[in-house]
């Protein structure tokens, strides 16, 4: 229907109504003149006279009774939804969806959202684990969760965790009957768990830096696994090396479990950022969702 219609559709709501075109003319802010002229402009239109006018009263026609009948509640209908609408516009509601590799989503993602969600019953999150760089813009994602180092440039980045290190373990058994690794060259003498990661086109090659210089080495083993849980039962198995995050490992360090090696060539790097699309409207749950996760402690130039 044409924008003409309706706005002439909602006049005469507004004349039937208020059987006066005195009083409707007042009420939508024109002059009597001009909404007669809008009334009759309607009738022509469809053919049919909706109005009967007196000198004293106005009053709706058969045809003008059916026509207030029907349209008058779809319309109501229609202002209602809107602002409904605009309700969403201040009130924290709505489905947010997120990438995110297992790790973050686990340490991270999981123990804000268990905290938020309770108080926001409105908010529905949807995580989808994913350990390749997904084009969230492209995958109609709202926001994805990346080390800082992989944030891309147009990206808005919020920081969410401190930073982040990677540690080479083994378990005291697997070391009774293997020689400690002094550098990560010597990682290709060991049985090695690997990681197979979409995101480098295959088996992840482990990485490593020393006072500005990296490495990175492929390494050989039995198992090779795309799950952080089963890599940490085959190291703890001590069916030999793996690559983990430190947080993960680092129970199994205090108690003697698992041991730690090439340490120096280790070093912590930037950790886990949220990022989204710079022209991206924050919608209040997504503003909500932020604030949350955002990380308290040190900032790098990457933060929002």
């Known amino acids: 229907m044409a924008r003409q219609n309706i706005n002439d559709l909602l006049a005469f709501l507004v004349v039937a109504r208020e059987r006066s075109f005195t009083r409707a003319a007042a009420q939508l802010d024109v002059s009597q003149s001009a909404l007669s002229h809008t009334i009759r402009a309607l009738e022509e239109r469809l053919g049919l006279r909706l109005l009967t006018r007196t000198t004293r009263s106005v ?11 029907t349209v008058a509640p779809k319309l109501a209908e229609i202002d209602a939804e809107l602002s409904a609408l605009t309700e969403l516009r201040d009130k924290p509601a709505g489905t947010i969806r997120i990438t995110a590799a297992e790790h973050s989503a686990t340490t991270i993602l999981w123990p804000a959202l268990s905290k938020l969600l309770p108080r926001y019953p409105d908010i529905k999150v949807e995580v989808n684990i994913d350990y390749g760089f997904t084009d969230i813009v492209a995958e109609r994602y709202d926001a994805g969760v990346r080390l ?3 944030v891309a440039k147009d990206m808005i980045a919020v920081r969410i965790g401190p930073d982040f290190r990677m540690v080479v373990v083994g378990t005291p058994s697997y070391f009774a009957v293997h020689p400690k690794p002094a550098k990560p060259q010597d990682l290709t003498a060991h049985r090695c768990i690997n990681i197979r990661l979409p995101t ?16 990175r080495v492929r390494v050989e083993g039995q198992l090779v696994f795309n799950n952080m849980a089963l890599r940490m039962n085959a190291v703890l198995a001590g069916l030999g090396l793996a690559y983990l995050p430190e ?14 090696v090439l340490t120096d060539w280790c070093p912590p790097f930037s950790g886990y950022h949220l990022y989204y699309p710079s022209r991206r409207q924050v919608a209040p749950a997504f503003a909500v969702l932020v604030d949350a996760l955002r990380y308290r402690g040190c900032t790098t130039a990457l933060d929002e």
């Open 59 to 69: 009053a709706p026609t058969e045809a003008g009774e059916r026509l207030l009948r």
């Open 200 to 215: 480098y086109g295959g088996i992840y090659a482990w990485e490593f830096e020393k006072r500005g210089r990296a490495l």
């Open 247 to 260: 947080d993960q490992v680092q129970p199994h360090l205090a108690d003697g479990r698992l041991v730690r």
């Open 148 to 150: 800082g180092e992989q």
